[in-house]
Structure formats: structure tokens, C-alpha cells
């Protein structure tokens, strides 16, 4: 699992933006979910969810200023119970100790977000620092444990990158390799929101407005950062190398210099701020491919590849530009929409594809099944195994909806509290708490979500049926009363929250 990859940015999902050749093995050789779903499209949420196989109402995490209740019933637990040897390793970012693991080795540093450059790791409850680059050393450290794990017992392994978390610090192998490339623009970097309401028009996650010139566009010089060694900027550069530094300094000159002189402006700033953006994010997930390639070798070499169940995915999908915007938390597409393939060739067809609805709460059931291990009953998700199995068909009465449910609001990014539905054709999202808007999408006819139906006379009796599935899924999910669930978890104003 990466933090923040987003299905635009992966080739085997038709992205047009780089190669992920490693990443398209996978899916060629095994299974591609096409709409596979976020619960609630944040980090911490996102990961409490696939662990617990439970919505964010049920498991306690909601938003990022929760902490993961550890003692809860979780699959790696279940499936150590039943003779697997566990572990995690990268990301974890659920504040609370790591329960359920033979062995943990996690990110700490900048609220468990890790560092890019020389990052901190808790290693079983120990402290350690490692000098390198943090998506190469996740994989040196998932490949020891794996060459020294007891080899009579089956194994569960959660291999967690942080890239391309911002703030999108490329590999010093990459610094650079983007620089004279122009990607494609996406068609609604400069929309206006027209026809959507306040959510879409007050977030704060904008290309234009709220990319920040030093954190995230880099367009600082080492001589200007030296000027104020409290800068954020300052607080991870420091932390390379110098030769690292000097390669650094001589890829980002180039950016600061065109930047300076360019004299941009409006939707010309944001095309140039877009490339910028890209250039970065884009070269972390080089890394991450590569890495992932690695490991798919070793598993090779020493005999175990067709014998692992191998799935990707990332918490949840990311805004590339789309509605001129970077980050998630919208129950629009480009971050509801989860990556998910899966490679096993025991059971699963190569080069399959699926339409089903998933969700990110149905990992947990889903391996439990595979294993062998008895699904308990008060996980809400449903093993995927009969659809992934099935060359991607769905059993005749699968769900007809996905439901979603953000929270964290207010926060950073001002994205209003909201949930919905999302069903093969259609969306139909509430927007509440400072607001009481409702949209709705035809999926198949505006897959940018421009146009929103809601109170559209031609759709009322779509609306109607759709209001009706929402509330059926809110009884089947137990969220009850969901506009007013703000719960002891929401004390306070979080607007100057930690980007988390
Ligand atoms: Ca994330």
C-alpha cells in the first residue's frame, strides 16, 4: 500500500501521465478493480478501515486527530490467531502502537507521516534512524524480514510506502528526471464549480491557492532557507546528505529561476504550478514502482511468487489537477476511487477486470477467506474472493452501492463534512454540518462530475431511488443519524490541524 497514489497515476489503469511497469505486472498477471472505494478518503480513516473491516462510525477512527483504538479486533490479529506470522512495515500512522504484529517497523516523525531523506522508524517499541531514501529502505526492510521470517509458517505482510505523500520529495536518483517533461493537463484544472455548491467552491486544497511556494513547490534557494532555519522546507532538506543536497540545489534552480523570471500569471501560474506538481509527485512514484519491482524479484527468486496473494493499493486515490485541486477528502472520483489489483494465479485469472462495487472495508474479510479463517460477523465489509476468482463477476446479489462518510471539518483544506452512495451509474452525495446541499451525478454520461442532477425534473425518479438505497445502506451500516454524529471525537477547531 502507498499513501496518496491515486489510479491516474498507475498505466495499468489507463493513466496517461507515466509508466507503472512493475505496478501493470500485477494487474496483467492478475486482477484490475475499476471500482474499488474509499469509506472515507483519508489516511488514518482509510487504514482503520482495512484493518477492521468496519466503517469509521464503528471502528472509533473518524478523522486524522483520532487515535486507533488497538485493542479492537483487526485481520492481521485473526489471521495471527490462526498460525500466520504478521507483520507491518512503512507507514502506519494510526498514532497508537501497532497490536496483532510479530514484527512492526514504522515511520514516526511528523505525526507518524515519516521522513523522505534518513527517516525515523519505531522498530518493535525501539527507536532507530536509517540512512538512505524511505520507499527504498521500506523494501530493504520488508526483504530482511522476509529472508529471515520462520520459513515453516505462512506470512502476512503489510508493505507500506509513505510516497507520494506530499510534500513529494523524489529519490535523489530521480531529482530531476521530470524536468523537461510537460504532462497533459486534466481537462477541469481551471473549472469554475458551476452548478455545485459550497463544498466544491470554499474547500482549500487548490492548485492556485493553497500549493505553497516553499513546502510544496520547493522555490527556495539553500542560501534563503539558511536565512531562516525554521522553515519547513528547511526542517526535511536538512536531513540529506550534502552531496544530495548539491544535486538538489542544481535541479530545483532551474524552477526557482523560471519561476522568478517568468512573470506568470492566472491560469498561466496555475498550468506552471501544475507541472511543478507533477514533476515531484510523479518522480516519488517512480521509486515506489521500481521498489515494488524489487520485490516482486525476490518473491520470484526464491520460489514464493505464485504462492503469495499480492495485492496494491493505496489509502485513497488524489486529485492530480482535477477541478484545480491536489488532495482528497471529496467523495469525487479521482479520490473516492481506490487502486486495487490483486495477483494470485492459483485463483485468479490473469488479465481479469471488475466493475463490482468494493470497498476498502472489504480487504479484511477478504483475506480471512483466502486464508481459511472464519469471517466474523461484525466486520461490514464482503470478501471480495467470489468476484476476484470469477475472472471480476460479481455474484448475482452483490451490493448495488458503495456508502461514504467524511468528517474532518472543520480542518485543513475546508472540505465540508459529507456521505453518500456511489452505485454503477450514479452518485448522490449530502453535504451537511455548516450546509444542508445535496448532488448528484450521472456517472456513465459526466464522469468529471460537472453537471449536478440534483432536483433536475428529468432525474426525479432516479433521485427518488436513490434516496431511498442511501437510507437503506445508512440502516444496513448502522450510521445512524449521520447529520448529527458529531461525537466527543469533534472537540474543537482543527482548521490549523497538522496536514495529516
Ligand atoms: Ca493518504
Not at 111 to 137: A, C, L, M, R, S
Not at 346 to 356: D, L, Y
Not at 423 to 447: A, C, G, R, S
Request: charged content about 25%; proline content about 4%; hydrophobic content about 30%.
Amino acid at each position: 500500500m502507498t499513501d496518496d497514489h491515486t489510479t491516474q497515476a498507475m498505466s495499468c489503469y489507463g493513466g496517461r501521465l507515466i509508466q507503472t511497469p512493475n505496478m501493470d505486472r500485477i494487474a496483467n498477471e492478475g486482477i484490475r478493480m475499476d471500482n474499488c472505494y474509499a469509506v472515507n478518503a483519508l489516511s488514518g480513516p482509510s487504514r482503520a478501515c482495512i484493518l477492521t473491516g468496519k466503517f469509521s462510525h464503528m471502528n472509533g477512527f473518524t478523522d486524522n486527530a483520532s487515535t486507533f483504538d488497538g485493542s479492537q479486533q483487526t485481520f492481521p490479529k485473526l489471521l495471527q490467531a490462526a498460525g500466520y506470522q504478521t507483520s507491518v512495515i512503512g507507514k502506519w500512522h494510526l498514532i497508537t502502537e501497532p497490536q496483532g504484529f510479530d514484527y512492526w517497523c514504522i515511520l514516526s516523525g511528523q505525526h507518524e507521516q515519516g521522513d523522505y531523506y534518513n527517516p525515523d522508524f519505531i522498530e518493535n517499541g525501539k527507536h532507530v534512524v536509517e540512512q538512505g531514501y524511505v520507499t527504498d529502505i521500506v523494501t530493504d526492510k520488508a526483504i530482511e524480514y522476509l529472508e529471515h521470517r520462520d520459513k515453516s509458517k505462512p506470512f502476512c505482510m503489510m508493505y507500506h510506502q509513505k510516497a507520494p505523500h506530499r510534500n513529494w520529495m523524489p529519490a535523489p536518483r530521480h531529482l530531476g528526471m521530470f524536468n523537461n517533461t510537460t504532462f497533459p493537463e486534466p481537462g477541469t484544472l481551471f473549472d469554475t464549480y458551476e452548478g455545485r455548491g459550497r463544498a466544491a467552491k470554499e474547500q482549500d486544497m487548490s492548485i492556485e491557492h493553497t500549493l505553497t511556494d516553499d513546502w510544496d513547490l520547493k522555490l527556495l534557494t539553500r542560501e534563503e532557507m539558511l536565512k531562516d532555519t525554521t522553515n519547513r522546507l528547511y526542517q526535511v532538506y536538512k536531513r540529506m546528505p550534502a552531496a544530495v543536497q548539491d544535486k538538489w540545489d542544481s535541479v530545483y534552480a532551474q524552477r526557482i529561476s523560471e519561476y522568478r523570471n517568468g512573470n506568470l500569471k492566472g491560469n498561466a501560474l496555475i498550468s506552471w504550478k501544475y507541472q511543478q506538481y507533477m514533476r515531484d509527485y510523479l518522480a516519488t512514484v517512480v521509486a515506489v514502482d521500481e521498489n515494488i519491482g524489487r520485490l516482486l524479484n525476490y518473491l520470484e527468486k526464491t520460489g514464493e511468487l505464485d504462492n503469495t496473494i499480492i495485492v496494491y493499493t493505496s489509502d485513497q486515490g488524489f486529485f492530480l489537477g482535477e477541478h484545480g485541486w491536489f488532495d482528497k477528502r471529496f467523495m469525487y472520483e479521482e479520490c473516492q476511487r481506490m487502486p486495487m489489483i490483486v495477483r494470485y494465479p492459483k485463483a485468479i485469472k490473469a488479465g481479469s477486470t471488475s466493475n463490482a462495487i468494493a470497498m476498502n472495508i472489504d480487504f479484511a474479510p477478504t483475506f480471512l477467506d483466502f486464508a481459511g479463517v472464519e469471517i466474523p460477523d461484525d466486520i461490514q465489509g464482503e470478501s471480495l474472493k467470489p468476484v476476484l476468482t470469477n475472472e471480476g463477476n460479481a455474484p448475482a446479489d452483490w451490493r448495488k452501492a458503495a456508502y461514504y462518510h467524511y468528517y474532518e471539518y472543520p480542518a485543513e483544506h475546508s472540505v465540508k463534512r459529507h456521505y453518500g452512495i456511489r452505485t454503477t451509474d450514479f452518485k448522490l452525495i449530502h453535504f451537511y454540518n455548516d450546509v444542508d446541499e445535496w448532488e448528484m451525478y450521472d456517472m456513465q454520461n459526466d464522469p468529471h462530475e460537472l453537471n449536478n442532477l440534483y432536483g433536475n425534473p428529468e432525474y426525479t425518479a432516479k433521485q427518488a431511488e436513490l434516496m431511498l438505497l442511501l437510507k437503506e445502506v445508512q440502516e444496513q451500516y448502522k450510521d445512524n443519524d449521520p447529520d448529527e454524529r458529531i461525537t466527543e471525537l469533534f472537540k474543537g477547531d482543527r482548521r490549523f490541524m497538522e496536514n495529516r
